[in-house]
């Protein structure tokens, strides 16, 4: 697995999907979720999927960031194919390459602001202490958290909670950003801004970013649109 | 969480408390009949006089005749020759001290009332090596009865009975006659069928009032670690052919009554153990579940199955060094607490407060229960958190 600067090549595709079928569900509540989806997703991109609700966007981003196995197909991370690689390798590069923002922000309660910030840098285990203080602090800055960096997370408002997971998926640096209705919860305005906050990221330090997304306002201001319907790219 | 520490702490107090107060009883039963009968007892000379003789054979055909018997031995009461004897059991590595007793019936009379006793002939400085006689004198001078051979040692049960004491006269009769000795001192064992009956007096008077000028008497012996007590005695019987009992043979049903105490406090305690491992195991379980999503995006931030387990593992091991921690120092307390506590103990020993026996085993046996059972109520649930599939726990907070 390549984990060198872990974005070394700039031009050849960060993620690569060719094939991806999924099953979801049991007897006859099988259902085919995902049918043959194949893309690639370049660096410093803004990638939107769109589609009605059930169409497949969550299952497969979920598949992308290798929290799901496909029943078929690969899906190639740097160059790496990981689809069906051992349950190491998949937790290994989700914390090289892969960060997410979900609907809900799912911070660790208890934690303050940056030790939330600080887990993922905890695991990968570049950085020293002090430099993964630094860092968090400087993440939390970056999103407009840099003052409330020691409050319990749970004393946030939602918009600044969904702003320290912002923070918290950037940690390790990952060469990919998976979102999923990062704006779900937020009212126009937070969405906004956490949308240009993604943005500016992706166009400054050459990350990919896809976010399943709902808010068409928003999907309109995505380099790439994808639309799925019935678990297909259309 | 808290419930399951406090329940730790308390099951590892109590199990050291109940080990040290069984093992404490345990140990001065031990220590006092050690210091009352001795290691060993050489007693009766046996004999193998009946045994199947082979009267003819013939090899080719492989048959035998014998003339068969019932097998077994013929015992003659008493030590043959106890001086040599002594002197052979002496020559034992382990053998601190031999003393020849001769035990006979005689009836005690006091100016008040007559008793039946058993009456023990020694010689004082031989029984000093085999017993603590001398630690249990509670009224005169043992210094009296080694001066005087016509004084006798009185146990404090028989003399409560006979209503003297030290200084007063007593009459020992005898089917063979009758004398007249002065209490030197009177003696608790704690032992009550000792203290109720035995009189102690000087060897040849005893034999002289028994008419057992030879023989008849057995060998107390004492040896330098108790425990190795039936191995000794087993190699002496073979040695010199004589019936040789060990103290452990000899206490048998009381050392077995003292081991079921034991570990039926030992099962009791750790019940208390079990449940608050149960208890933390239903805890910890909860917790899984309630924090199912945390799980989930720890594990989507690249935290590994046994990085999960590992949590779980570490509030148990937590648990499990604060518990024993404070348990240990619970029991510390509780046993110095309760060897305060007066309490009046006569029949098997004499003791006026609990005793307790302070052992690092106790401490240990403690923390192992509490280990094994912490272990496995922890384990359980973290290998539950550990399998738990991130993608799916987040899909089902997505819909």
């Known amino acids: 697995m390549t984990h060198t600067g872990e974005r070394a090549d700039l031009d050849t595709p960060v993620l690569q999907v060719d094939g991806l079928h999924r099953w979801l569900g049991e007897g006859e509540a099988r259902v085919h979720a995902l049918k043959g989806v194949s893309f690639d997703v370049e660096h410093s991109n803004v990638y939107g999927i769109v589609g009605p609700s059930g169409c497949g966007k969550s299952t497969l981003l979920y598949l992308l960031g290798l929290l799901d196995r496909p029943d078929s197909g690969e899906i190639w991370i740097n160059g790496n194919p990981l689809a069906q690689g051992s349950d190491e390798d998949r937790t290994r590069a989700r914390s090289v390459f892969i960060g997410f923002v979900f609907q809900f922000h799912f911070l660790i309660p208890e934690f303050t602001a940056l030790e939330n910030v600080i887990l993922p840098m905890g695991k990968l285990g570049k950085l020293s202490e002090d430099e993964m203080r630094d860092r968090a602090q400087g993440l939390l800055a970056d999103v407009g958290l840099g003052e409330k960096s020691h409050r319990l997370s749970r004393h946030l408002s939602g918009g600044e909670q969904q702003r320290v997971a912002i923070a918290r998926s950037l940690a390790n640096d990952p060469a990919i950003l998976l979102t999923d209705e990062p704006t779900g919860n937020l009212d126009q305005k937070n969405s906004d801004l956490v949308f240009d906050l993604l943005s500016r990221l992706a166009h400054e330090r050459g990350q990919a970013i896809l976010m399943v997304t709902h808010n068409d306002h928003l999907a309109k201001r995505c380099d790439r649109l994808l639309s799925l319907r019935d678990g297909s790219f259309v | ?399």
């Not at chain 2, 005749?65 to 030590?79: I, T």
């Not at chain 2, 007063?168 to 000792?194: F, H, K």
């Open chain 2, 1 to 399: 969480m808290m419930m399951s520490l406090f329940g730790i702490v308390f099951g590892v107090g109590f199990f050291i408390v109940a080990q040290a107060q069984t093992s404490g009883f345990e140990s001065f039963f031990k220590r006092t009949i050690l210091g009352v009968n001795g290691a060993i007892r050489v007693a009766d000379r046996f004999q193998s006089t009946l045994s199947s003789v082979v009267a003819a054979s013939d090899q080719e055909s492989g048959v035998n005749f014998v003339v068969s018997a019932r097998e077994g031995k013929q015992y003659v009461e008493g030590v043959d020759y106890p001086d040599a004897l002594k002197e052979a059991i002496s020559r034992f590595s382990e053998v601190t001290g031999v003393s020849e007793v001769l035990e006979g019936r005689v009836d005690v009379t006091s100016g008040f009332r007559s008793q039946p006793a058993r009456l023990h002939g020694m010689r004082l400085n031989d029984h000093l090596a085999v017993s603590n006689i001398s630690d249990q004198i509670i009224d005169g001078d043992i210094n009296v009865y080694e001066a005087d051979a016509n004084s006798a040692m009185v146990g404090a049960l028989l003399a409560k009975r006979l209503e003297v004491k030290a200084g007063d006269y007593i009459l020992l009769a005898s089917r063979e006659g009758s004398r007249r000795y002065r209490i030197a001192c009177i003696y608790e064992t704690g032992i009550e069928d000792i203290d109720k009956q035995r009189i102690y007096i000087d060897l040849s008077e005893a034999r002289s009032l028994l008419g057992k000028p030879f023989g008849g008497a057995f060998l107390q012996v004492n040896i330098s670690d108790p425990e190795k007590a039936p191995i000794i005695a087993a190699h002496m019987e073979r040695t010199f052919s004589h019936h040789t009992v060990s103290w452990q043979e000899r206490e048998q049903v009381w050392l077995e009554v003292f081991r079921a105490l034991k570990v039926s406090s030992a099962i009791t305690v750790s019940t208390i153990i079990l449940i608050s491992g149960l208890g933390m195991f239903n805890t910890l379980a909860m917790m899984v579940m309630e924090k199912n999503r945390e799980i989930a995006i720890l594990r989507s931030m690249g935290y590994t199955r046994r990085d999960i387990a590992q949590i779980f593992i570490y509030q148990g091991v937590i648990i499990l060094f604060l518990g024993t921690f404070f348990g240990w120092l619970l029991g510390v307390i509780a046993t110095f607490s309760i060897s305060r506590i007066p309490l009046h103990i006569r029949g098997v020993f004499s003791a006026d407060h609990f005793i307790v026996e302070w052992h690092w085993s106790h401490y240990l046996s403690a923390a192992l229960i509490s280990t094994v059972v912490i272990l496995l109520a922890s384990i359980i649930p973290a290998r539950r958190a550990a399998r738990l599939e991130p993608g799916t726990i987040i899909r089902g907070t997505s819909l």
